[in-house]
């Protein structure tokens, strides 16, 4: 299988390089990510400065092209231009810390999985749930088990799948479940500090998190030490909101 490889940790993060030391044996790889991290840039993409692609030796004698725009922007020019022919699947990843609930629309690691989706290759981001001394290995090794699974049933037409992996020891991960994107997320905080001219500025500092209480969500089955796997589309439309909203008297201009 041709798989192409993005991420917005870098293209010299260690979780793209687990993933181009897993699969390099049995699949094909290119590996196309940012030149720099690209972080929480959602789905952005670049309009008004060139997309610069240069290429680089990655571990074991892979090569990969290191790209100066976002992680939309390296899956766009991958299928578009720099590639022979479309890949058989987009995977995004390994992202350090988990991407569910609210923060999923932040990340470019999934929006890199989406924008496959959109351009009508089979596509997946994979995140794991921690942000200190990351363990690849049982993340590698599911996705190699899954790609197997995924060549052998019909992918979801125009959507993508957003896989988090709770970051245990593979023989303590209590199963696989299929999940619904979730309402987690954390109230924001900010510093406000002054400047040497006394210029204010602030800096984003997080805060507690919010968790969604419902059962079947992504963030419960991290909490359960189960990897979660939920379907995501493009498609925006609250169906049932429009539903209403076509029964709404709308003029042009007030009356």
């Known amino acids: 299988m041709h798989i192409l490889l993005t991420n917005d940790d870098g293209i010299h993060a260690a979780g793209i390089l687990a993933l181009v030391e897993g699969l390099r044996e049995e699949h094909e790889l290119s590996v196309i990510a940012p030149e720099q991290e690209q972080s929480a840039v959602g789905h952005a993409i670049t309009l008004l400065q060139p ?30 231009e720099v590639l022979s022919s479309p890949p058989d699947l987009v995977i995004s990843g390994i992202n350090l810390g988990a991407n569910v ?58 959507t993508a799948l957003n896989i988090n992996i ?49 059962s079947g969500s992504d963030r419960e089955a991290l909490e359960q030490g189960k990897i979660s796997i939920t379907p995501i589309q493009y498609d925006l439309t609250n169906y049932p909101a429009l539903e209403d909203l076509k029964q709404w008297k709308i003029h042009v201009g007030t009356m």
Request: glycine residues 10%.
């Open 101 to 158: 609930g609210i923060d999923a629309l932040y990340s470019g690691t999934v929006s890199a999985a989406t924008e496959g989706a959109i351009l009508g290759v089979p596509s997946m981001a994979v995140s794991l749930d921690t942000f200190s001394e990351p363990d690849f290995e049982p993340a590698v090794a599911f996705i190699k088990g899954f790609i197997h699974q995924v060549s052998e049933k019909p992918f979801p037409p125009c």
């Open 51 to 80: 997309i610069r692609v240069k290429p680089i030796s990655l571990s074991s004698g892979i090569r990969g092209l290191a790209v100066t725009g976002t992680p939309a922007d390296c899956v766009k020019i991958g299928v578009a």
């Open 166 to 214: 709770p970051s245990i020891p593979l023989s303590q991960i209590r199963g696989v479940t299929a999940t619904r994107h979730g309402s987690s997320r954390c109230s924001e905080r900010f510093d406000r500090r002054v400047d040497p001219r006394g210029n204010v500025y602030y800096w984003q500092a997080g805060g507690s998190p919010v968790i969604d209480k419902n």
